[in-house]
């Protein structure tokens, strides 16, 4: 029997095949995102890419037609300050060589997206990418559409073609794996900067403990 490569312990993300790819977190997107309340989306991406550094997980900013569209958003950009994101003219992330070049090149095949919007910019790299071999992970609470509807048809054509829907805390917790491992400092330290209701109470154990909360960068 053909395995499903979804399923087993095979099928969950792991740091060292993993690349992830941020495209389009810019303001002129911003204005027009109805899917989700827009701070909820900066929150969440600003935490997956400070999950990212925690594991050295190779990250990718980029933006389109920055000159218009305006810069990344510094929340993103304070994560990752010494890296110019790659600013493209393709709406399709996977059709510039400039972002697909460094991806081959890492070998990684779990390829973690997030985007703005979803019906868009997330799903043309995210259907292009599946048929050139990736297991595609796709961080539904780091991106948004122009409205609820154009988001969740987005998720399902998606679905459809082979990609895994996945929120950030989900994404940080695989890569975790093993409170046992050296980053669970710094997946705590996300934890208590962005996890909402989990961030309040683990900030009050360690409240509790008397221990200082640990920074996230």
């Known amino acids: 029997m053909e395995k499903n490569p979804k399923t087993g312990l095979a099928g969950l993300l792991r740091p060292e095949d993993s690349i992830l790819v941020l495209i389009d977190h810019q303001p002129y997107q911003f204005t027009n995102l109805h899917s989700h309340e827009p701070t909820m989306i ?33 929340g993103l950009q304070d994560v990752f300050p010494e890296q110019k994101p790659i600013n493209r003219t393709f709406i399709n992330t996977w ?60 998720v399902r054509r998606m679905v459809q073609a082979g990609a895994v829907p996945i929120t950030w805390m989900a994404v940080m917790a695989e890569w975790q794996r093993d409170w046992a491992r050296d980053t669970a400092a710094g997946v705590a330290g996300v934890v208590a900067e962005h996890g909402g209701g989990s961030g309040v109470a683990f900030a009050w154990e360690l409240q509790l403990l008397a221990t200082p909360v640990p920074a996230a960068h």
């Open 42 to 74: 900066v929150n969440n991406v600003v935490a997956l890419a400070k999950s990212a550094k925690v594991f050295n997980v190779p990250t990718i900013l980029t933006t389109v037609l920055e000159e218009r569209g305006g810069y990344i958003i510094k």
């Open 95 to 154: 059709e510039d060589p400039n972002v697909t070049d460094i991806v081959k090149k890492s070998g990684r095949k779990q390829l973690v997206l997030a985007a703005l919007y979803t019906e868009i910019c997330l799903a043309m790299p995210a259907i292009q990418a599946l048929a050139e071999g990736y297991d595609v992970f796709i961080v539904t609470d780091a991106s948004g559409g122009v409205t609820a509807e154009a988001h969740d048809m987005a």
